[in-house]
C-alpha cells in the first residue's frame, strides 16, 4: 500500500492520528448503515417477490377473461364501450425514507362511481364486466407492487454504493493512513535516535 | 400531491386499463414507446409498461432509477412466458447483497 505523500513532521502526524480516528469513526457507521439496509432490503424484496406472483397471477386470468370478451364482441363496439372511462383513477404520491432513501409512498384515491362499469350492460358481454371489476380491484396491488419495486431498486443502489464507501474506507484510507503514520513516527524516532547518539559522541570527545 | 397513472403497452390489454381509469397510451414498437414515455414521464407519477415493451428500453428506463417519480412498473400483457419477475429480483438481489436468498430453494 502506498503512503502518503507527506513530510515526516511532528504537526503532519497529529494531523493524521486525526483524520485516522474520523475514517475509523465513519467506517463503522457506515457499516452499521450498511448492515441495517440490508436487513430492510431483505424484508422488501422477499414481499416483492409475493407479491409479483399474486399480482401477475392475476393479472394474467384477468386480461384471458378480457380476451374472451373482446372475441365474442365486434372490434368497434368493443372500442366505444371502453374508450369512455367514468371515473379517473388517482393516486396520492408522498415521498417516505427508509435508511435515508427517498422512496416513493403511493395510496390509490379513486372517485366511486355508481354502477362501476364505464358502458351499458347491453353493449358488451358479461365477460368484460368481470374483468373490469378485476383490474379495478387489482389497482390497489397493483400500485403497491410498483412501491415496492421502485423501493427495492432505490435501496439496491443506495446499497451497492454504500458497500463502495465501506470498501474504501477500509481497504484504501485506512491502511493508508496507518502505514503513513507508522512511517512519521519511525522517522521521528530515527531522529531521536540519532541526535541521541551524537550527543553522546559529543560528550565523550 | 396527487399523480396520474397511465399505462403505455401494445395490444388489446391496454383497453381494459383504460375502463377502470387509467390513461392508456398505444405503443406498438420500442420507438414509439420511448417518446411516449419521454412525454408522459414529467406528467404522470404511475406509469405501467407492457412486457414486451421492457426489455428494449432497459437502458432507457435506468434514467427512471434515480428519482423516487415516476414510478416504472412491468405487467405482463397476457400473452407469452413472463420472466421479468424473477430477473428483476435476481439481478437486485446480486447488486445489493451478492447472494441468492429467494430462489436458491428452488429449480
Do not use: W
Given at each position: 500500500?502506498?503512503?502518503?505523500?507527506?513530510?515526516?513532521?511532528?504537526?503532519?502526524?497529529?494531523?493524521?492520528?486525526?483524520?485516522?480516528?474520523?475514517?475509523?469513526?465513519?467506517?463503522?457507521?457506515?457499516?452499521?448503515?450498511?448492515?441495517?439496509?440490508?436487513?430492510?432490503?431483505?424484508?422488501?424484496?422477499?414481499?416483492?417477490?409475493?407479491?409479483?406472483?399474486?399480482?401477475?397471477?392475476?393479472?394474467?386470468?384477468?386480461?384471458?377473461?378480457?380476451?374472451?370478451?373482446?372475441?365474442?364482441?365486434?372490434?368497434?363496439s368493443a372500442e366505444t364501450a371502453f374508450s369512455m372511462p367514468t371515473v379517473a383513477v388517482k393516486a396520492e404520491c408522498g415521498t417516505k425514507t427508509v435508511m435515508g432513501v427517498d422512496v416513493p409512498d403511493v395510496k390509490l384515491v379513486e372517485e366511486k362511481r355508481t354502477d362501476g362499469l364505464p358502458y351499458a350492460f347491453t353493449?358488451?358481454?358479461?365477460?368484460?364486466?368481470?374483468?373490469?371489476?378485476?383490474?379495478?380491484?387489482?389497482?390497489?396491488?397493483?400500485?403497491?407492487?410498483?412501491?415496492?419495486?421502485?423501493?427495492?431498486?432505490?435501496?439496491?443502489?443506495?446499497?451497492?454504493?454504500?458497500?463502495?464507501?465501506?470498501n474504501a474506507l477500509e481497504y484504501v484510507m485506512i491502511p493508508q493512513l496507518e502505514e503513513t503514520i507508522k512511517y512519521i513516527r519511525d522517522k521521528l524516532d530515527e531522529n531521536e535516535r540519532a541526535s541521541i547518539v551524537r550527543l553522546m559522541k559529543v560528550k565523550n570527545r | 400531491m396527487t399523480g396520474k397513472m397511465a399505462i403505455v403497452g401494445n395490444g388489446d390489454s391496454i383497453m381494459v386499463f383504460k375502463a377502470a381509469g387509467v390513461a392508456t397510451f398505444p405503443a406498438q414498437d420500442e420507438k414509439k414507446a420511448r417518446e411516449v414515455l419521454r412525454k408522459i414521464a414529467a406528467e404522470y407519477k404511475i406509469i405501467f409498461l407492457t412486457e414486451e415493451l421492457y426489455k428494449p428500453l432497459g437502458d432507457f428506463l435506468?434514467?427512471?432509477?434515480?428519482?423516487?417519480?415516476?414510478?416504472?412498473?412491468?405487467?405482463?400483457?397476457?400473452?407469452?412466458?413472463?420472466?421479468?419477475?424473477?430477473?428483476?429480483?435476481?439481478?437486485?438481489?446480486?447488486?445489493?447483497?451478492?447472494?441468492?436468498?429467494?430462489?436458491?430453494?428452488?429449480?
Open positions: 500500500m502506498a503512503r502518503l505523500n507527506v513530510n515526516p513532521t511532528r504537526m503532519e502526524l497529529k494531523k493524521l492520528k486525526a483524520r485516522l480516528t474520523t475514517a475509523v469513526r465513519g467506517h463503522k457507521l457506515l457499516k452499521d448503515k450498511s448492515d441495517e439496509m440490508i436487513r430492510r432490503f431483505t424484508v422488501i424484496i422477499r414481499e416483492n417477490k409475493r407479491l409479483r406472483q399474486e399480482v401477475e397471477e392475476e393479472l394474467f386470468q384477468t386480461l384471458k377473461q378480457f380476451s374472451v370478451a373482446r372475441s365474442v364482441t365486434p372490434a368497434y353493449e358488451i358481454t358479461s365477460e368484460a364486466d368481470y374483468s373490469v371489476g378485476k383490474i379495478s380491484a387489482l389497482l390497489p396491488k397493483l400500485i403497491e407492487l410498483a412501491q415496492t419495486e421502485k423501493t427495492v431498486r432505490l435501496l439496491a443502489d443506495e446499497i451497492e454504493r454504500n458497500k463502495r464507501r465501506v | 435506468k434514467r427512471f432509477d434515480e428519482e423516487p417519480y415516476p414510478v416504472v412498473l412491468v405487467i405482463p400483457s397476457g400473452k407469452g412466458q413472463t420472466t421479468y419477475g424473477e430477473e428483476f429480483l435476481k439481478s437486485a438481489m446480486e447488486r445489493a447483497l451478492g447472494v441468492d436468498i429467494l430462489f436458491n430453494g428452488e429449480k
